[in-house]
């Protein structure tokens, strides 16, 4: 049971566009509609931000898109803003009924 | 509003044995899969296992099988973990999470604010 592979940090600019990518196996992403993704502000629970792929959840900003290609999950965090500054984690359902997460992504907004 | 407040933490000696309990509240526990994740001082999310809504089917991470048991009461919307043979790499804060289906452990939406447990001598 190997993590999800997450770039270790991302960053950019209030306004900008950033993307984390998410990758996995054929056993885990790539084989199931069941990627989440969760924000975590420090000290405090995680959040879901996405799941099933591409779905939002009821108070999450349209801001917040995923989608997955193959074995790569991606979430993208348009417009920027200095309150999406966190950790990002991603987790896929696999095909022993376990969840894996990645192992996270810190975002740095300059 | 919707809810889960875990409790039974603390500090434990290697070896020595907690049970950590989630109470719920506010959504209909009986219907849905509910987790236990981990986070270690400083380190990312773990998963830990999951027991689908009826309570039958429980599934774990390879780190803690065989030691930790989930196990839930729908007629208290309570869900547990009872932690065998602990050890210090065991040491995490613990959030137990409603799951948005009955049978998969995806999609966790709703956590509650976490539990300490400190394994050492």
């Known amino acids: 049971q190997s993590a999800l592979t997450q770039p270790a940090s991302v960053s950019g600019s209030p306004g900008q566009s950033i993307t984390i990518s998410c990758t996995g196996t054929?056993?885990?992403?790539?084989?199931?509609?069941?990627v989440s993704w969760y924000q975590q502000h420090p000290g405090k629970a995680p959040k879901l931000m996405i799941y099933d792929v591409s779905n939002r959840p009821s108070g999450v900003s349209n801001r917040f898109s995923g989608s997955k290609s193959g074995n790569t999950a991606s979430l993208t965090i348009s417009g920027l803003q200095a309150e999406d500054e966190a950790d990002y984690y991603c987790?896929?359902?696999?095909?022993?009924?376990?969840?894996?997460f990645g192992g996270g992504t810190k975002l740095t907004v300059l | 509003e919707v809810q889960l407040l875990e409790s039974g933490g603390g500090l434990v000696q290697p070896g020595g044995s907690l049970r950590l309990s989630c109470a719920a509240s506010g959504f209909t526990f009986s219907s849905y899969a509910m987790t236990w994740v981990r986070q270690a001082p400083g380190k990312g999310l773990e998963w830990v296992s999951v027991i689908y809504s009826g309570g039958s089917s429980t599934y774990y991470a390879d780190s803690v099988k065989g030691r930790f048991t989930i196990s839930r009461d729908n007629s208290k919307n309570t869900l547990y973990l009872q932690m065998n043979s602990l050890r210090a790499e065991d040491t995490a804060v613990y959030y137990c999470a409603k799951c948005g289906y009955s049978s998969s452990g995806a999609g966790m939406d709703v956590w509650g604010q976490g539990t300490t447990v400190t394994v050492s001598s």
């Open positions: 054929s056993s885990d992403v790539g084989g199931y509609n069941y």
């Open positions: 987790s896929s359902y696999t095909s022993s009924s376990t969840v894996l």
